[in-house]
């Protein structure tokens, strides 16, 4: 069954303390992988999508970069504003028409 | 386009009885998806249309919980019978399946969520 785990639980940095978070995964056939971002009370917010091993994105201090079994969001320097929750989901299966499957998040604080 | 709605936005309602949260997606998403989260917790995949059609159907959902999207735009999703486990926020997102200046990013747009608390 296709399985999305992300560590670690929480993470608590300070401001300007770079670090990364990762999402490994189990699936039957990638066909995309997904960080969002979720502010308390509100749907997540999309950030990128990865395709294929190899790949990297970036926007602002976050950068997502993908292998064959897992992902890292690398946040460098970050701000208070930064803090969030960070979630990884993953379509899978032979089409793009098929579900999309969260894991339990990355619960993020930067302290000033 | 004002984005995702989902209402209501809060529902409080005892063991029992029957509830129904309606979706509206971004008008030109073809897509639409129905999650529910728990505190702490990512959102569990419910279902997902496209246009009309109910393409997948969680296995862990109970045949109380039922969706529909009639005519392909707005949705409803209804549980029937509430228990104290269905307490949770229910999102609804959207997207497109038509790759736009060459690339989809899969991206799904979320809704604020309709939460719901069974007494």
């Known amino acids: 069954e296709d399985q999305v785990t992300q560590s670690p639980e929480a993470l608590r940095l300070q401001e300007g303390e770079s670090s990364s978070l990762n999402c490994s995964y189990t699936?039957?056939?990638?066909?995309?992988l997904f960080w969002y971002r979720q502010d308390p009370g509100k749907g997540p917010e999309f950030l990128f999508t990865?395709?294929?091993a190899g790949e990297e994105k970036e926007k602002e201090r976050l950068k997502a970069t993908l292998t064959k079994k897992e992902s890292f969001l690398h946040i460098t320097a970050p701000k208070p504003e930064d803090s969030a929750t960070y979630l990884c989901?993953?379509?899978?299966?032979?089409?793009?028409?098929?579900?999309?499957?969260f894991g339990s998040g990355t619960r993020l604080s930067i302290r000033p | 386009d004002t984005g995702v709605s989902q209402d209501p936005r809060h529902k409080i309602t005892k063991r029992g009885q029957n509830v129904t949260f309606r979706c509206d997606p971004i008008s030109e998403h073809n897509r639409l998806y129905w999650y529910r989260q728990t505190l702490g917790q990512g959102p569990e995949f419910l279902t997902y249309f496209q246009n009309e059609a109910q393409l997948e159907k969680s296995r862990l959902l109970s045949d109380r919980f039922s969706a529909e999207r009639p005519k392909g735009s707005f949705s409803t999703l209804e549980i029937q019978r509430t228990e104290q486990g269905d307490s949770a926020m229910y999102l609804c997102?959207?997207?497109?399946?038509?790759?736009?200046?060459?690339?989809?990013?899969?991206?799904?747009?979320f809704g604020e969520g309709s939460r719901l608390t069974v007494l």
């Open positions: 997102a959207s997207s497109s399946s038509v790759a736009v200046g060459g690339e989809n990013t899969g991206e799904l747009f």
């Open positions: 990865l395709y294929s």
């Open positions: 699936v039957s056939g990638l066909r995309g």
């Open positions: 989901a993953v379509r899978s299966g032979y089409s793009s028409a098929s579900k999309i499957i």
